[in-house]
């Protein structure tokens, strides 16, 4: 049964670059069947999609955080990561990486527990 | 962008009883809605996909049901354990994937 977990810093200063890491296990991310993606859930707030990638590399990000974003691949080590620039406070969520199917069923059906980040100096 | 919308925004249901949770779409999803349940201090889980079905680990008392933009999920009787918040979500418009706003479902 595929597994995801995200880890990384849960602290990071304004106007720096947030780096998260999601590692699977179960399965291969170089699989055709699966997209992988990060949502995030700010405190006491909805969900929000950031972005997915595909076994091809080919990115799909949300068009309100395209221009920070930056969504890979390390197929080495089974991993896929999240880099989002210039943060602020307002960027403070439970970050959650996620896969989901591919070709019209692009519903997350696995999450990691998610993990917290906060945007302060 | 498909704006979802979720109502109401708190629903305060006993023990046994049947809760109904909206879910409104701004423009036709067709039947690519999703829903997810959400417990406090844990990840979303996927609870209705293709508006209807149902995942393997929900019971059957979970229903899902609508098309094109109004969709329901209704939850025949409540269980201690079905008390979460509920997100609906669209991917009829991928790759641009939307999410509702949450109806939380609580003790009355």
């Known amino acids: 049964q595929l597994q995801l977990q995200e880890s990384g810093p849960g602290l990071v200063k304004p106007s720096e670059t947030l780096s998260l890491t999601c590692t699977v296990s179960?399965?291969?991310?170089?699989?055709?069947?699966?997209?992988w993606g990060w949502i995030r859930q700010a405190p006491g707030e909805g969900l929000e999609w950031i972005g997915s990638?595909?076994?091809?590399?080919?990115?799909y990000y949300n068009p309100s955080l395209k221009s920070r974003v930056t969504i890979s691949l390390d197929t080495s080590k089974n991993q896929f990561s999240l880099r989002l620039s210039s943060v602020t406070a307002a960027d403070t969520a439970f970050y959650y990486c996620?896969?989901?199917?591919?070709?019209?069923?692009?519903?997350?059906?696995?999450w990691g527990p998610g993990i917290l980040v906060t945007v302060s100096s | 962008e498909i704006v979802m919308m979720q109502s109401p925004a708190t629903l305060s249901v006993s023990p046994g009883e049947r809760a109904t949770l909206s879910c409104r779409a701004s423009?036709?999803?067709?039947?690519?809605l999703a829903w997810y349940q959400q417990k406090p201090g844990q990840a979303p889980r996927l609870l209705i996909y293709?508006?209807?079905n149902r995942a393997t680990d929900f019971p059957a008392r979970f229903r899902g049901s609508g098309s094109g933009t109004e969709f329901t999920l209704t939850i025949s009787s409540l269980q201690s354990e079905d008390f979460a918040v509920y997100y609906c979500?669209?991917?009829?418009?991928?790759?641009?994937?939307?999410f509702g706003g949450g109806t939380k479902v609580e003790i009355k």
């Open positions: 990638i595909y076994y091809d590399e080919n990115t």
């Open positions: 179960g399965g291969s991310i170089s699989t055709n069947i699966f997209y």
């Open positions: 293709g508006a209807s």
């Open positions: 996620a896969s989901h199917d591919s070709s019209g069923y692009e519903y997350f059906v696995g």
């Open positions: 423009q036709s999803v067709s039947t690519k």
């Open positions: 979500q669209q991917y009829e418009n991928w790759p641009l994937l939307t």
